[in-house]
């Protein structure tokens, strides 16, 4: 299966953590850059987070401080570990996957609802 598959959402107090995966069909030579992008209803998408295949990380100035990017290549599996979460993190977290041939691939999505 291309599609990458998210997981990892749920339900959380503000101040909580949650941790999502994203498993991809990607190796760590296939795989370019991995981004998890987020939507909150009436909201347009936008980026959260991002990992290279050499492991450069970026991330959105809301997040920095709060979220880590990481791989297990081992798994095909990239982990974005969400800390402090605030409820304006609420929406529909996505993953999406760039391949070294120039296509990309997404995610379904996986809900992540912050309570205050």
């Known amino acids: 299966q291309v599609q990458p598959v998210g997981s990892g959402g749920g339900l959380v107090q503000a101040g909580g953590s949650l941790r999502l995966a994203c498993a991809t069909s990607?190796?760590?030579?296939?795989?370019?850059?991995l981004t998890w992008y987020r939507q909150a209803p009436g909201k347009e998408r936008e980026l959260v987070a991002s990992?290279?295949?050499?492991?450069?990380?970026n991330f959105a100035d809301s997040m920095k401080g709060r979220f880590t990017i990481s791989r297990d290549n081992a798994k095909n599996m990239v982990y974005l570990q969400m800390n402090n979460l605030k409820p304006e993190d609420t929406g529909v977290y996505y993953c999406?996957?760039?391949?070294?041939?120039?296509?990309?691939?997404w995610g379904q999505g996986t809900q992540v609802t912050v309570s205050s």
């Open positions: 999406n996957v760039e391949n070294v041939w120039g296509g990309s691939d």
């Open positions: 990607q190796s760590r030579f296939s795989l370019k850059k």
């Open positions: 990992i290279t295949s050499s492991g450069s990380t």
